[in-house]
């Protein structure tokens, strides 16, 4: 069936450089995106979210870029520090009354 | 403190027996969701409710139960039917309107049944 997917299981990146994390999405009818961060042994966290009529939307230290066309979502860490070291998830939401669709994660890892 | 309780954090069970876990939200939302997650996966849904009394099943409800008598609880039960439950299993809520509105989650319960 359709599913969120990520392209990447995990990436690397040494303390201070900018993060970007992808996810493709098959299903044009989603309007609703959302990206959470999980650290080990708990639950995932919000970190930002998108609508399908905006493009980009910036948080503290997040952007996250959607592009309708070719079904593509990301999300950009600007400075990354090690506390910034979790799975990160991307979910779609497909129309009202349904629930989040998760992806399979991508583990960010974080050196100094 | 607002939030989701998830309890216990860790729960052992024998195969065969069935097993209940905990989800308590002091958030007044309407919507309670829960996950499965398997390691190096992504989250699966078992079952969902969007009020009290009423309940959907998700991808993976087989072997599993849900209750939903109040709005602040929606306890999730494994039942011996349910071939895999070794698991991590996550609970989250929502309020009801909007739909497009992120999910809050437990800390979640991590079941082993050997």
Redesign the interface.
């Known amino acids: 069936g359709e599913s ?1 997917g990520l392209h990447l ?1 995990t990436l690397s990146v040494q303390e201070g450089d900018n993060s970007i994390i992808n996810c493709a999405y098959s299903n044009s009818a989603s ?2 995106f ?1 990206w ?1 961060k999980q650290e080990s ?6 970190i930002i ?1 998108i ?1 399908s009529n905006m493009d980009k939307r910036q948080g503290q230290r997040v952007t996250v870029l959607l592009n309708k066309t070719v079904k593509h979502l990301s999300l950009q860490i600007a400075a990354t520090q090690p506390g910034d070291s979790a799975v990160y ?1 991307c ?1 779609e ?1 497909r ?3 349904t ?7 991508t583990t960010l890892s974080v050196s100094s | 403190d607002g939030g ?1 309780t ?1 309890s216990p954090k860790y729960l052992f069970r024998k195969e065969g027996q069935n097993v209940t876990l905990s989800c308590e939200q002091n958030l007044n939302h309407d919507a309670m ?1 829960w ?1 499965r997650q398997d390691p ?6 078992i079952y ?1 409710s ?1 009020i009290v009394n009423d309940f959907q099943k ?1 991808d993976i409800a087989e072997g599993y139960s849900v209750s939903r008598e109040k709005k602040e609880s929606f306890p999730l039960t494994v039942t011996s039917a349910q071939k895999n439950p070794t698991a991590f299993y ?1 609970c ?1 809520s929502k309020p009801g309107q909007p ?2 509105s ?7 319960t ?1 079941l082993t049944v050997t």
């Open positions: 969120v299981p309007d609703y959302i959470y042994g708990k639950g995932p966290q919000f979210d609508r998830f979910a939401n129309q009202a009354g629930a989040l669709i998760f992806g399979k994660g | 989701i998830q969701y996950y190096g996966q992504g989250l699966r849904l969902y969007q998700g996550l989250a739909y497009n992120p999910l809050h989650f437990g800390n979640g991590r």
